[in-house]
């Protein structure tokens, strides 16, 4: 394998750490703002894998300074494309923020299992059509006292 | 279940990242990349070739980055809507942040209009001047939170700006050249005013990033707590 | 040829002037939208007629490729470019709440979606992509319901799950091969992308640009979100949007991407969407949730077919997303008045016939009844399936047909309960006639087609065989080869 072992091995390892700790969060977390975060995490991984697509060990900074060209540059073009994605993340995160702030003021909860249910519930009222009842709810607890009722009800 | 599930598929996904480094073959021996830095200094009269592949070679994507920004920020308004004026403001902080917050705003415009204003030269340019400005901005709301932005001159300001930027663009376009060409010469390379209208382009993003951001915080601060 | 930039262009300059101008004039501001969309899609229209039988590339900024993005302009791309602004126009918002922010967002995504249907680079699909992206989440959030924040909040988790991966897969495609170009790409695939690499990336951008294209298995938004949206936005998302994210996966499955596992994979995910869809369409109990997992299983049949090699697949493709694009829409536009439980609508056909005529042809080509154009459609697919001869494909075929069986059971469910007299129940409210005229428009087209049939297929075929053209694809674009040189 012809990278250079060293560094480049430490940054995918970081990437690599980053993504599958981001994934880890998405899928794993229940609470929303930890849900955010990990998608924060997950995004930074992917930027830092784009930048190491074009890694070259002791390459200058493509700047060219007081007419002075340095013999090997790095690849701008890696550096202009994590540019652009960390604004979009950024842009995407803010509005996720909006949106986790309405619905703690809507539902008052931030669990995601939680906010899953009233919001199938809420859809269903709103279609007019009855609530989704889990097959696993318990059944309905009889009232003491009732004459003749059958308990298999 | 769907802890299994997931657990399983964090495993799956570990795995695949140790593999893909395994396969990962040769780097490509030649890319866009060095290609952009042999001819940008010519074609662009940029010293810093990554605000050349920005705002010159991929000026499109630079557009579409900014509407981002801009979707985000209208959405963002449309979600977060407006805050009631009867509701509590929080008191304004204590007397480090304020003396601070005014020390600062000043300095803070003055580095962020700086590195807009020389992205072809050094590195920076307009996303990174912009969102120092947008700082800069946001730090009296900080000290003060009875103070707030005025957003009718941010959302001015930030349409203009963007208006300008494709403007810029379009003009070119009526020039019989293909949009997002670089024009009005290269001149003196390495000196302020060089590499056409890179700076303008630049000044337009960055005016409207910090206008943008600025105006996206407020409104993130401005929504009411819950009690 | 240049000015079909302005597609992108003036919805953008618009938008961002939108606030200005409304301070100055109202009545400027409610215009400027549709006469900009009408003007887009007239230059559209008109580079139609000028588009013979070649492709055209647009370079941006004068940039040769593979340095600067290029726009290829092959007629599926500008078809589905026309579609997008059209499409805007012809749903253009009209609640009188946040007029103004609905506007600016409906203009943003005309662009955005011009530009995912035009563009030659990897990047700049990217990030055309996360702009639709974004303006969706705008768009879908517009009733302020409770539900439509937490529908909208998980859609954007998802879709943001799928952007890193996207990210990811360009990740290792620049660093096999140090290019960005979709024709360079062509080039470079058989040496450096035929590897598990390339299938790897390939995979990553497949599940990220298939949140949009309602793939299995990222597509549980679908139904939250189409449940709690403006039906408006419900439709452009079902009908345009979820095309263009599938066109761009099958230019990289046709340009770049030429393993045969790979068309195994989108096979066997398309399989997955046509069952898990319609089975859930089937247990449906209001309308919105219902056409929403219709929509699921129709997508699935647009990924086996697409997943199908060589000309024949793109062609059958091409055929069932043309005719979902019209029909979905049109059905969307019927649900404005009829959301809700489905045992509400009983009745229905005494309220608003015409209403209840519509949904039963929709109904009827949705289905594949001949001689509809879904009927030839569905057909298309179903004889390529057979011709490949393997024991997926005959699979996906008896999937596709059994999917079919199931169409028609839920939606002449419906149907039936349009005509069905129950002197109890109230009438359900019937459509505006706005929504009434829009769907008869496309329906009046759908039928309309019937009897072009054969120079609309041979139009298809054609579109098909320029499209999945590899060399003439790189031959057009023309990358200047790249000197290795350092400097």
Known sequence: MDINLDISLMIYIAAGGLILAGSAGIVLSTHLLRIIFAIALLEAGANLLLLLASYRDGTAVPIIVDDHIPAVMADPVPQALVLTSIVIGVGVLALALGLVIRVQRTYGTLDIRELRERMAEDIADDAGIGRPVSSHAPLPVQAPGVVGADANE | ?227 | ?487
């Open chain 3, 1 to 487: 040829m240049n000015n079909l930039l302005l597609l992108i262009a003036l919805p953008l300059i618009t938008a961002f002037l939108l606030p200005i101008i409304d301070r100055f004039s109202p009545l400027l501001a409610r215009l400027a939208g549709p006469l900009v969309l009408l003007a887009t899609s007239a230059i559209g229209i008109w580079n139609w007629t000028l588009l013979g039988e070649q492709a055209v590339v647009i370079q941006i900024g004068g940039f040769l490729p593979p340095l600067g993005i290029v726009f290829y302009v092959d007629r599926m791309a500008l078809m589905f470019a026309i579609a997008v602004s059209a499409g805007t126009l012809l749903l253009w918002p009209d609640g009188a709440k946040d007029r103004l922010r609905q506007s600016t967002l409906s203009l943003i995504l005309a662009a955005a979606g011009s530009g995912l249907a035009l563009s030659g680079d990897l990047f700049n699909i990217y990030v055309f992509y996360e702009l639709t992206a974004v303006v969706s989440y705008g768009l879908v959030v517009s009733k302020s319901n409770p539900s439509a924040f937490a529908a909208t909040i998980r859609y954007l988790i998802i879709s943001a799950f799928g952007a890193a991966l996207v990210l990811c897969g360009i990740a290792l495609v620049y660093q096999a091969t140090g290019t960005l170009n979709l024709a360079q790409l062509a080039q470079l695939a058989p040496e450096k992308l035929d590897n598990p690499q390339g299938l790897v990336a390939f995979i990553l951008m497949l599940i990220g640009f298939g949140v949009k294209a309602e793939l299995f298995p990222v597509n549980t938004w679908v139904p939250e979100v189409y449940a709690t949206a403006p039906t408006r936005v419900s439709a452009l998302l079902a009908g345009v949007v979820s095309k263009l994210a599938l066109i761009v996966i099958v230019r990289l499955l046709v340009l770049v991407f030429h393993q045969p596992e790979a068309q195994t994979v989108m096979l066997v995910l398309g399989i997955l969407g046509v069952a898990t869809g319609e089975l859930a369409a089937w247990r449906a109990r209001d309308f919105n949730r219902m056409l929403a997992y219709s929509s699921i299983g129709q997508l699935g049949i647009m990924f086996i077919a697409f997943s199908i090699p060589g000309q024949a697949g793109v062609f059958a493709g091409l055929a069932v997303a043309l005719h979902h694009l019209i029909v979905k829409p049109a059905m969307f536009l019927l649900a404005e008045r009829w959301n809700g439980s489905l045992a509400n609508l009983a009745g229905a056909a005494r309220s608003s016939p015409i209403a209840a005529v519509l949904f039963i042809v929709l109904s009827l080509s949705l289905v594949g009844v001949p001689p509809f154009p879904g009927f030839w459609a569905k057909l298309l697919v179903l004889v390529n399936l057979a011709e490949q001869a393997q024991p997926l494909y005959y699979l996906a075929g008896v999937v596709i047909l059994a999917g079919a069986t199931l169409e028609a059971s839920y939606l002449f469910r419906v149907a039936s309960s349009f005509y069905h007299v129950d002197k109890q129940q109230p009438l359900p409210s019937a459509p505006r006639t706005r929504d009434i005229m829009l769907a008869s428009a496309l329906t009046a087209g759908l039928v309309a087609s019937i009897f072009v049939m054969s120079p609309l297929a041979e139009q298809l075929e054609g579109m098909a065989a320029q499209s999945s053209d590899v060399d003439y694809y790189i031959q057009t674009v023309n990358p200047v080869v790249l000197t290795g040189g350092q400097r």
């Open chain 2, 1 to 227: 279940m769907r802890r299994f599930t997931s657990a399983l598929f964090l495993i799956g996904l570990g795995l695949l990242i140790v593999a893909i480094y395994q396969q990962l073959g040769l780097q490509a021996s030649s890319n866009i990349g060095q290609a952009i830095n042999t001819v940008a200094a010519d074609q662009l009269g940029a010293a810093n070739f990554v605000t050349a592949v920005v705002l010159g070679y991929r000026g499109l994507d630079t557009l579409v980055e900014l509407t981002i920004l801009f979707t985000a920020a209208t959405a963002g308004a449309l979600v977060l809507g407006t805050r009631k004026p009867s509701t509590k403001r929080d008191p304004d902080a204590g007397f480090i942040l304020q003396t601070g917050a005014d020390l600062l705003f000043p300095l803070l415009l003055i580095v962020g209009l700086y590195i807009i204003m020389h992205g072809h030269l050094t590195p920076g340019g307009g996303f990174q001047g912009g969102v120092i400005l947008a700082s800069a901005f946001f730090l009296p709301i900080l000290a003060r939170p009875g103070s707030s932005i005025d957003h009718h001159w941010v959302s001015f300001i930030e349409g203009l700006a963007g208006a300008s930027f494709i403007y810029i663009g379009l003009l070119v376009m009526f020039d019989g050249k293909a949009f997002l060409s670089p024009v009005a010469g290269n001149g003196v390379f390495g000196e302020l005013f060089s590499a056409g209208t890179l700076p303008l382009l630049y000044a337009a993003v960055g005016l409207k990033v910090g206008a943008e951001l600025a105006g996206l915080l407020a409104n993130l601060s401005d929504t009411e707590a819950v009690d």
